[in-house]
């Protein structure tokens, strides 16, 4: 069975592992770097990405993570997760990084604040529609050659999800819907790699 974790330091973490766990892998939370090594594959959850960014330094996984992912570890990132796996962002604090590894620039909080969050149905990876609940959410405000837009979104046909190789990222949060589609698909893609 494969076992994929989920970076621990703040965000869905249960929700995310409830998830992995239906769509047939072994879920467990990582905050180490040795746990880090232990796993076939990561999920970044959402949360608050400034905050992700500072708690990765602090506990001393920024540098690791960024090294797994070179290496070509699978990572799946949602909302604040996709901002971390961002080239590049927009709106982000003076200083902010990244993990890095998809060719994208990503722009936070693009579709509003807190307020301003909503849900929509959208078709995924052409599986069809899936409901998609925006928290804060970003978009990708443009892609690299080597990126897959896997959906988009209103208002404006927005970028909401896209995939690069061996990562994988959308700006909602597929977690709190009980559809584990896009967690099934992240499990496929570890499969496959």
């Known amino acids: 069975m494969l076992t994929i974790g989920v970076l621990a330091l703040q965000g869905d973490v249960r929700e995310h592992a409830r998830a992995l766990e239906t769509a047939g ?46 290496e070509g570890m699978p990572a799946y990132g949602s909302c604040a997760g996709m901002i971390m796996l961002a080239d590049r962002i927009e709106g982000g604090i003076e200083g902010q ?16 604040r ?3 969050s909503f849900e929509a149905d959208l078709d995924f990876a052409g599986r069809g529609a899936m ?45 709190l819907t009980g559809d584990v589609g896009v967690h099934s698909y992240f499990v496929e893609m570890v499969r496959e790699l």
Do not use: C, Y
């Open 25 to 70: 892998a072994k879920a467990v939370a990582v905050r180490r770097p040795a746990e880090l090594e232990a796993v076939d594959g990561l999920v970044i959850p959402g949360g608050e990405s400034t905050t992700m960014w500072k708690l990765a330094d602090i506990f001393e996984m920024l540098e690791p993570l960024r090294m797994r992912i070179k």
């Open 97 to 112: 990084e990244t993990i890095g590894g998809i060719d994208m620039t990503v722009r936070r909080n693009a579709f509003g």
């Open 114 to 116: 807190q307020v301003d």
């Open 131 to 175: 409901r998609a609940v925006f928290i804060r959410a970003p978009w990708v405000e443009s892609i690299g050659s080597r990126v897959e837009v896997l959906a988009r979104a209103e208002p404006g046909d927005r970028i909401v999800a896209v995939r690069q190789g061996p990562l994988l990222a959308t700006s909602f949060h597929p977690e």
